[in-house]
């Protein structure tokens, strides 16, 4: 028997719902492999209204890592939340020896808030060491307005706009995750191949408990690249494959709600329209 093998370079979320935890959990359900590089480890106290800590592990430890996971030949790479300049140019090297093409990019940025400026540096590490390798990047409105340059993104031309410019740093596939702060009747993304922008929309489930979404989708298409799937149907698949996630969420606390992962096996998929723009 053959399987596919899968490797996130990513946080770990302690509480389960998102980085490393979802990324594993996403390649189980595609059937494949999945290996971790852990590089931040994310916790939550639930004494002070779930205040985030963020320990970044040492270079020469994930280095360590990613020699061991390389050792068994990955099929494809994604990327999750990389906490440091010197971890991203880590993670862009690891990649680089590895020699694999399958390569998901979900550019984690670390904010508080969507209006607050991040590290400069930070955002010209990913475009230097991560958008150059990547065969899809799966920015949100957030850090697709910070990699394009433009801004706050508010509209579908603004997203093709930016998939534009970050297309143009090097990343052969952009998709832009329209998410609840897009003003649109439906659930709305936007992937464009470099030619082609293409929209994809399901029906907007109206809920909170979307913890781990963005990790979720970007790992479904990394478990697809590995099992074949051409890049269009790999994400195309994923969209499905959230859309049902998100529609199942589930409350884990008073806190936060994570996606259902094994969503799409049990109950099926919501529909995804896809439309050229």
Not at 16 to 38: C, P, R, S, W
Not at 248 to 253: D, T
Request: net charge negative; charged share 20%; hydrophobic share 40%.
């Amino acid at each position: 028997m053959s399987i596919k093998k899968t490797l996130t370079i990513a946080g770990s979320d302690t509480s389960g719902g998102a980085g490393i935890q979802a990324d594993l959990k996403t390649f189980q359900e595609h059937g494949t492999y999945g290996m971790n590089v852990l590089t931040v480890v994310a916790t939550m106290d639930p004494d002070n209204g779930w205040s985030h800590g963020v320990f970044s592990l040492p270079v020469d430890e994930i280095k360590r890592q990613a020699k061991t996971a390389l050792s068994t030949n990955v099929d494809a790479i994604k990327t999750g939340m990389l906490s440091t300049e010197d971890i991203i140019e880590t993670a862009g090297k690891i990649i680089e020896e590895a020699g694999v093409q399958s390569v998901v990019i979900d550019p984690v940025m670390v904010c508080k808030g969507e209006d607050e400026v991040l590290n400069p540096g930070t955002v010209d590490a990913m475009i230097a060491f991560l958008l150059p390798r990547a065969l899809v990047v799966t920015p949100n409105l957030f850090e697709a307005g910070q990699l394009s340059g433009l801004g706050a993104l508010k509209t579908i031309e603004d997203m093709k706009a930016a998939a534009e410019k970050i297309h143009a740093l090097g990343a052969k596939n952009v998709v832009i995750k329209g998410g609840k702060q897009l003003k649109h009747e439906k659930a709305v993304d936007l992937f464009f191949d470099g030619q082609t922008h293409i929209l994809l929309e399901t029906e907007k489930t109206e809920t909170t408990y979307n913890h781990g979404a963005g990790c979720t989708f970007a790992a479904a298409i990394t478990a697809n690249l590995a099992n074949g799937l051409s890049v269009a149907d790999s994400v195309f698949e994923a969209k499905e494959f959230v859309s049902a996630a998100i529609a199942h969420g589930w409350k884990l606390n008073q806190y936060v709600g994570p996606v259902l992962h094994g969503a799409k096996g049990k109950f099926g998929a919501p529909e995804v329209t896809t439309t050229t723009v």
